[in-house]
């Protein structure tokens, strides 16, 4: 998927052919790393992938085809924090070879049409901002035209700061996209992956006829230090992971992501009409 | 209470609940009362003493409030004197009736939900308080509500949707509540709920930011078909200090924040993400409250007035289609989008258009 002469990142892990796992600091050689499909054969830390990598993973070989994928910020707000949101939009799409933090289209699981969004954690943290919400709503209104399940692979800070009441809003208009598919008898699937939080968790994430998660990701609303800083006090282990979410009753199922194309397939089958 | 002017409030406890650029606007109040009393206790005439300085107190108002900071806005939006949801309910509502729960968990106080005769409607009324005295406060959480709060404010607008009852939402929260027990009773789906549920209640729904709009513990009940936002009230993202945080990794840059992230009234409306502003009285609600209750209703009545000759189809597609419509963006590609024909091309550069220019 990547070229040479563009060292994209396109997995949150370290550089180098052999790694040392961010979270259980064994050496991990890469080939075997990328053949786990970026899990850690040696604690099952599922490491942050791009959107690219994932629909390379969940969607038989050469079969998604994007639809828009020349939309862009207008950057409404005209955005400056340390450096212009313009200036960091450029930065980040030459990092991540993305325009936005959401790719959409159509796609097959298994032989089964979906349409499917992936959001990438390396495009300002998967946030959410006018782009995104446009192609959440236009996956979801495909799925209503073309009566095919919707697949949503969440991976997301929440809404984009620097788009500020723009991105708000897209909590409610992708809501409502759903509220629309749900009418029509659309499924609706979620994939929650790390971290899916704030704004995106608070709009179409936690919309699904069936929500799985990651084991590990990061669930939650509001940010663990904000919450610290509230409780003054220190958080208990675990919290706001795909485990507590799925304890306290917000999660279907913890799949392993060596498993996720056949439980999404198997899913679709129980679903299909 | 509220009603009462201000004046008299900030005058007995000191200078402690002003604003800076408020403080000498309350010193020449203060002056006219004590000139005031002076005049009955002596019997000598200061009348004109007193209309100089009244004149003097118009200019200064004008001065300090025709041109607030983005900053000085939300500082008024949090003013302690400033008319809190239960104000308004006394200075607004007919035969309040408020109803508790979310036949879930419990009663969240910072969420009142309740019928009332409002503005020459028969109404629920939903809207977050934050309570006035430290003890309210506390029961309130300051406006932050947990999911209870958002579960029973569902309830009671499927409740008024099954009797084809109008739904005014008033918005007052600094965010929906971060603490442990929001997170285990699952505050992200309570609000993604609510969005999805509100954008297809078959009633009119209405909704004013009366204070502070904080992120999604504001929209979770805000999701409308025609939203204000009062004129000293701000509508956010993200509260200013925390925006700064994230994005100068510092709180103290704020006043900064309040800017950059365009959340005042003039800046939504010229973005168009709220269709009007409501007018407070010259100083702000808190100086005189009614003035600003009577504007507040003055706009409920009319917005409600014009939603309820809707049929529910055609009001919950006008919803969809301003929903539908909420962004700004472009596309690079010459070629038309492969899917969803309705996002428009917009070449580089161009003014980017926003919700009111969505296809009909």
Same mark, same amino acid.
């Given at each position: 998927?990547?070229?040479p002469?563009?060292?994209?990142?396109?997995?949150?892990?370290?550089e180098g052919?052999?790694?040392?796992c961010?979270?259980?600091a064994q050496m991990?050689?890469?080939?075997?790393?990328?053949?786990?499909?970026n899990?850690c054969?040696?604690?099952?830390?599922?490491?942050?992938?791009?959107?690219?990598?994932?629909?390379?993973?969940?969607?038989?070989?050469?079969?998604f085809?994007?639809f828009l994928p020349d939309l862009?910020?207008?950057?409404p707000?005209?955005f400056?924090d340390?450096?212009?949101?313009?200036?960091?939009l450029e930065?980040v799409?030459?990092?991540?070879?993305e325009?936005?933090?959401?790719?959409?289209?159509k796609?097959?699981?298994?032989?089964r049409?979906?349409?499917m969004?992936v959001?990438?954690?390396m495009?300002?943290?998967g946030?959410?901002?006018?782009?995104?919400?446009?192609?959440v709503?236009?996956?979801a209104?495909?799925?209503i035209?073309?009566?095919?399940p919707?697949v949503m692979?969440?991976?997301?800070?929440?809404a984009?700061?620097?788009e500020?009441?723009?991105s708000?809003?897209q909590m409610?208009k992708t809501?409502?996209?759903?509220?629309?598919?749900d009418?029509?008898?659309?499924l609706y699937?979620?994939v929650?992956?790390?971290?899916?939080t704030?704004?995106?968790?608070?709009?179409?994430?936690?919309?699904g006829?069936?929500t799985?998660?990651?084991?590990?990701?990061?669930?939650g609303?509001a940010?663990?230090?904000?919450?610290?800083?509230t409780?003054?006090?220190r958080l208990?282990e675990?919290?706001?992971?795909a485990?507590?979410?799925?304890?306290?009753g917000?999660?279907?199922?913890?799949?392993h992501?060596?498993?996720l194309?056949?439980?999404?397939?198997?899913?679709i089958?129980?679903?299909g009409? | 209470m509220?009603?009462?002017p201000?004046a008299g409030?900030?005058g007995?406890?000191?200078?402690?609940?002003?604003?800076e650029?408020e403080?000498?606007?309350?010193?020449?109040?203060?002056?006219i009362?004590?000139?005031?009393?002076t005049?009955?206790?002596?019997?000598?005439d200061?009348?004109?003493?007193?209309t100089?300085?009244?004149?003097?107190?118009?200019?200064?108002?004008h001065k300090?409030?025709?041109?607030?900071?983005?900053?000085?806005?939300v500082l008024v939006?949090?003013?302690p004197?400033r008319p809190?949801?239960r104000?308004?309910?006394?200075?607004?509502c007919v035969?309040?009736?408020e109803?508790?729960?979310?036949?879930?968990?419990?009663?969240?106080?910072a969420?009142?939900?309740?019928?009332?005769r409002?503005?020459?409607?028969?109404?629920?009324?939903?809207?977050?308080?934050?309570g006035?005295e430290?003890?309210?406060?506390s029961?309130c959480n300051?406006?932050?509500a947990?999911?209870?709060?958002?579960?029973?404010?569902l309830?009671k607008?499927?409740?008024a949707a099954?009797f084809?009852?109008?739904?005014v939402? #008033?918005v *007052?929260?600094?965010?929906?509540? =971060?603490?442990? +027990? !929001?997170?285990?009773?699952?505050? %992200? $789906?309570?609000i993604?709920?609510?969005l999805m549920?509100?954008?297809?209640?078959p009633v009119?729904?209405?909704?004013?930011?009366i204070?502070?709009?904080?992120?999604?513990g504001a929209?979770g009940?805000?999701?409308?078909?025609?939203?204000?936002?009062?004129?000293?009230?701000?509508?956010?993202?993200?509260s200013?200090?925390?925006g700064?945080?994230?994005?100068w990794k510092?709180?103290?840059?704020?006043?900064?924040?309040a800017?950059?992230?365009?959340?005042?009234?003039?800046d939504?409306?010229?973005?168009? #993400?709220i *269709?009007?502003?409501?007018?407070? =009285?010259l100083? +702000? !609600?808190?100086?005189?409250?009614? %003035? $600003?209750a009577?504007n507040?209703?003055?706009?409920?009545?009319?917005?409600l007035?014009?939603?309820?000759?809707?049929?529910p189809?055609?009001?919950?597609?006008?919803?969809?289609?301003?929903?539908r419509?909420?962004?700004?963006?472009?596309?690079t590609?010459?070629e038309?989008p492969?899917?969803?024909?309705k996002?428009?091309?917009?070449?580089?550069?161009?003014e980017p258009?926003?919700l009111?220019?969505?296809?009909?």
């Amino acid at each position: 998927m990547e070229s040479p002469a563009s060292p994209r990142r396109n997995v949150e892990v370290p550089e180098g052919l052999w790694i040392r796992c961010t979270k259980c600091a064994q050496m991990i050689y890469r080939g075997i790393l990328e053949e786990e499909l970026n899990v850690c054969p040696e604690c099952g830390h599922h490491y942050r992938i791009s959107a690219r990598t994932r629909i390379g993973q969940l969607n038989d070989p050469g079969t998604f085809e994007e639809f828009l994928p020349d939309l862009e910020s207008s950057d409404p707000l005209e955005f400056t924090d340390r450096i212009s949101y313009k200036q960091r939009l450029e930065e980040v799409k030459a990092a991540s070879g993305e325009k936005e933090a959401i790719v959409v289209g159509k796609g097959f699981i298994k032989g089964r049409p979906v349409i499917m969004g992936v959001m990438n954690p390396m495009f300002i943290m998967g946030s959410m901002g006018a782009v995104v919400g446009e192609k959440v709503a236009a996956a979801a209104e495909r799925a209503i035209a073309d009566s095919l399940p919707l697949v949503m692979v969440t991976c997301s800070g929440g809404a984009r700061m620097m788009e500020g009441m723009v991105s708000l809003v897209q909590m409610a208009k992708t809501a409502a996209a759903i509220a629309r598919l749900d009418e029509a008898g659309g499924l609706y699937i979620v994939v929650m992956t790390d971290p899916t939080t704030a704004g995106v968790a608070a709009s179409f994430a936690f919309l699904g006829d069936v929500t799985l998660a990651e084991p590990g990701a990061l669930i939650g609303f509001a940010g663990p230090r904000v919450i610290e800083n509230t409780i003054k006090t220190r958080l208990p282990e675990g919290f706001q992971t795909a485990e507590f979410m799925l304890e306290h009753g917000y999660v279907d199922r913890i799949v392993h992501r060596k498993n996720l194309r056949s439980e999404l397939a198997k899913i679709i089958d129980y679903c299909g009409k | 209470m509220s009603t009462q002017p201000v004046a008299g409030g900030a005058g007995a406890s000191g200078y402690s609940h002003l604003l800076e650029f408020e403080k000498p606007i309350v010193k020449m109040e203060q002056e006219i009362q004590r000139l005031e009393a002076t005049q009955v206790s002596s019997g000598r005439d200061y009348s004109e003493i007193i209309t100089s300085i009244r004149g003097q107190l118009q200019i200064a108002l004008h001065k300090a409030y025709a041109n607030l900071t983005p900053w000085e806005t939300v500082l008024v939006a949090r003013h302690p004197k400033r008319p809190l949801l239960r104000d308004y309910i006394r200075m607004l509502c007919v035969d309040f009736c408020e109803l508790h729960g979310d036949k879930l968990f419990g009663d969240d106080r910072a969420m009142v939900c309740g019928f009332t005769r409002l503005a020459g409607h028969k109404v629920m009324l939903i809207g977050h308080h934050k309570g006035r005295e430290v003890r309210e406060k506390s029961e309130c959480n300051f406006g932050c509500a947990h999911p209870e709060g958002y579960r029973k404010a569902l309830q009671k607008m499927k409740l008024a949707a099954k009797f084809n009852v109008p739904i005014v939402c #008033l918005v *007052d929260t600094p965010g929906a509540y =971060p603490g442990v +027990g !929001a997170e285990e009773r699952g505050i %992200a $789906a309570a609000i993604a709920v609510n969005l999805m549920q509100l954008s297809r209640l078959p009633v009119p729904i209405v909704a004013c930011v009366i204070g502070e709009g904080g992120s999604g513990g504001a929209l979770g009940i805000a999701v409308a078909d025609q939203v204000a936002v009062m004129q000293n009230a701000y509508y956010s993202v993200i509260s200013p200090e925390g925006g700064a945080a994230i994005l100068w990794k510092s709180s103290e840059h704020a006043a900064r924040a309040a800017g950059a992230l365009k959340m005042t009234p003039p800046d939504l409306l010229r973005l168009k #993400l709220i *269709d009007a502003i409501v007018d407070e =009285p010259l100083g +702000g !609600a808190h100086r005189d409250p009614l %003035a $600003a209750a009577r504007n507040l209703e003055q706009w409920i009545a009319g917005a409600l007035g014009d939603l309820r000759r809707l049929k529910p189809e055609a009001l919950l597609r006008r919803r969809w289609e301003r929903l539908r419509g909420l962004g700004s963006f472009f596309s690079t590609s010459a070629e038309q989008p492969a899917c969803a024909g309705k996002s428009r091309k917009r070449r580089r550069g161009k003014e980017p258009t926003t919700l009111a220019d969505a296809p009909a």
